[in-house]
């Protein structure tokens, strides 16, 4: 028996045995083309490249029933990277002027395609160099005539366990139980995708396929990051336990879906989903979400070269809309920079991403690209109750700037005999310390808030978020960041205005009672955690945990106040 530590992805715990698929293709081989047989060589290549097209066209037209809303954008990825001039013409123009065989050149050109992402500070379009080398794999397997099918093949339940394994693939495998994968970090394409396939998963182990053996018995527990080979008899035996706990905990929890969340003391309390694409609404609604609390708009302007039309983003918007049926849609503007980046747009060398060109300021400095965006926003309006997010606030003016633009917008429809609806919210994410410090004067001016936990903490504790370096400091609950969130929610329940919460804390059971103990009556979070907080609130006493966390605040020693989350988070 032996364990390999990774990044689990969640998805719970799967045990089964080890599916090795194969390596990706190192060894190519190079050599001179005879001149008279150039042309045929192109020919070779641009069969190849077909043949991955058709591949990928099909898995994407054929995607399995279960498969997550995302699954086509990124498979959509790995087509227009089929097509990026570097790699083709590049491939050409070697096979064309230096005689290379096509197997070498593509090489050669998707390493240099692959460098120029992994030169990118940005974590987002670092990753994207393995989409390329997954690419690239399957293009020349296609060119050693083996095809890229493999992974199709196999269809019965087991662990897969792989070195790399691209999107496409992981789609086409039957009943995976579950991902042990040696690259990645998690906003890799296959991270994002195992996560909202929601099986065991375990990213970042670095030598497992060198490890482990097709047939061995394994265990990857998907939320401790744990991938364990050949367990002996008490582990197996503990984590069969844990399993089947968790099965039934599931179970358990599916009850609660159309259960009304209130605290046992009466206080109602929203709890909202965050989606990134329309195609997830419904399944949020159905999960028993009752509104969409953040509706991030990024993944429409990523992975493309152009920016999305007013029409496009419309029929987006309101397909969400729709699809919620009368409950409420927040839909945010515009969240680009820093771990977001957009293909589209030149990418600016800023010394420090996160502290420049961003979110609204970025959205500002471009008004008729932002300009647009309001405009489809209000459309969507007619359709359903939206409410406008604003990303990362930190002045007045930012926002009296935006209501000129959202005043335009409204003028410019009008003038268009387009519906919308004249009072549609417009509120702000509270994400920067200095946001928070001024809720009231930020409160003054818009509708309501929300309180982006992720940014907040990056940016009050000064740490990267998306570094692994400094990980360890990256700490919800640190006196600070408590004082920030419940000095904004007090600020806006004064002024009369919703709060919500929407980082990662909102979503998180072990936050729960806190956030109810500093007034927040309103979550939103990834759908899969909404019976969880769920169940939390219905087990609370709102009134009683107003006083508790109170004492909390008054605590500045970070140690003494983790401890108090603990016992108020533990305590039934
Ligand atoms: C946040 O910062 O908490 C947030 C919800 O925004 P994002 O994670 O999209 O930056
Ligand atoms: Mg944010």
């Known amino acids: 028996m032996f364990s390999l530590y990774g990044i689990g992805l969640g998805g719970g715990i799967a045990i089964g045995r080890a599916r090795m698929l194969a390596p990706q293709m190192r060894d190519v081989v190079r050599y001179r083309i005879a001149p008279a047989r150039v042309d045929a060589e192109a020919v070779r290549l641009d069969a190849a490249l077909g043949d991955v097209r058709q591949e990928l066209e099909a898995v994407s037209e054929h995607l399995p029933e ?68 997954q690419v690239t794999d399957r293009v020349l397997k296609a060119l050693a005539g083996s095809g890229g099918k493999e992974a199709g093949q196999v269809g019965e339940a087991m662990v897969f366990v792989a070195e790399d394994i691209a999107p496409a693939d992981m789609l086409t495998l039957r009943n995976p139980l579950g991902f042990a994968i040696d690259l990645g970090g998690t906003t890799s394409h296959t991270a994002i995708l195992a996560r909202s396939m929601n099986v065991p998963a375990v990213v970042g182990l670095h030598c497992a396929h060198e490890l482990v053996r097709d047939d061995d018995c394994i265990i990857i527990d998907g939320e401790r990051g744990l991938l364990i080979v050949d367990p002996d008899e008490m582990v197996l035996a503990e984590y069969r336990h844990r399993q089947a706990a968790g099965e039934l905990e599931r179970q358990k929890l599916r009850r609660l879906i159309h259960v009304p969340a209130r605290t046992l003391d009466g206080t109602e309390v929203e709890l909202h989903a965050n989606i990134e694409l329309p195609e997830e609404a419904e399944p949020a609604r159905q999960a028993g979400a009752t509104g969409v609390g953040l509706y991030r708009t990024e993944f429409l302007f990523m992975n493309r070269r152009d920016l999305p039309t007013e029409d496009e983003q419309f029929e987006a918007y309101r397909d969400a809309v729709v ?243 603990a016992r108020l988070a533990r305590e039934d």
């Open 323 to 565: 699809a919620m049926d009368g409950l409420p849609v927040t839909i945010r503007s515009l969240d680009i920079g820093a771990d977001k980046a957009l293909s589209s747009i030149d990418p600016v060398v800023m010394p420090n991403p996160a502290l420049g060109l961003r979110a609204i300021r970025f959205c500002l400095s471009r008004p008729d690209m932002f300009l647009a965006q309001l405009r489809a926003i209000l459309r969507a309006s007619a359709f359903g109750r939206v409410r406008l997010l604003l990303p990362m606030l930190t002045h007045g003016h930012e926002v009296e700037q935006t209501f000129r633009l959202v005043d335009r917008a409204r003028a410019e429809l009008r003038a268009t005999g387009h519906d919308f609806d004249e009072a549609m919210p417009v509120g702000g994410m509270i994400e920067v310390p200095a946001a928070a410090l001024s809720a009231a004067m930020l409160l003054r001016r818009l509708d309501f808030v929300s309180i982006g936990t992720n940014d907040l903490i990056q940016y009050t504790l000064a740490i990267d978020r998306a570094d692994h370096a400094v990980s360890d400091l990256y700490d919800p609950f640190h006196p600070a960041i408590l004082r920030l969130i419940s000095g904004t929610i007090r600020a806006a329940n004064k002024a009369g205005k919703p709060v919500s919460v929407c980082g990662e804390m909102a979503g998180d059971p072990y936050a729960t009672r806190m956030l109810l103990g500093m007034g927040l009556v309103q979550f939103s979070m990834h759908p899969a955690s909404l019976l969880r907080v769920k169940r939390e609130v219905l087990l609370a006493d709102a009134g009683k945990l107003r006083t508790r966390v109170a004492r909390l605040l008054a605590n500045d020693d970070p140690a003494r106040v983790q401890a108090l989350v």
């Open 66 to 133: 279960a498969a997550p809303p995302e699954a086509r954008a990124l498979i959509d990825v790995h087509l227009m990277i089929l097509e990026d001039p570097m790699l083709v013409d590049g491939t050409r123009a070697m096979i064309f002027e230096d005689h290379w065989n096509a197997d070498w050149a593509l090489a050669t050109q998707a390493h240099a395609l692959a460098a120029q992402f992994e030169a990118f500070e940005d974590q987002y379009l670092r990753e994207r160099s393995r989409d390329v080398r």
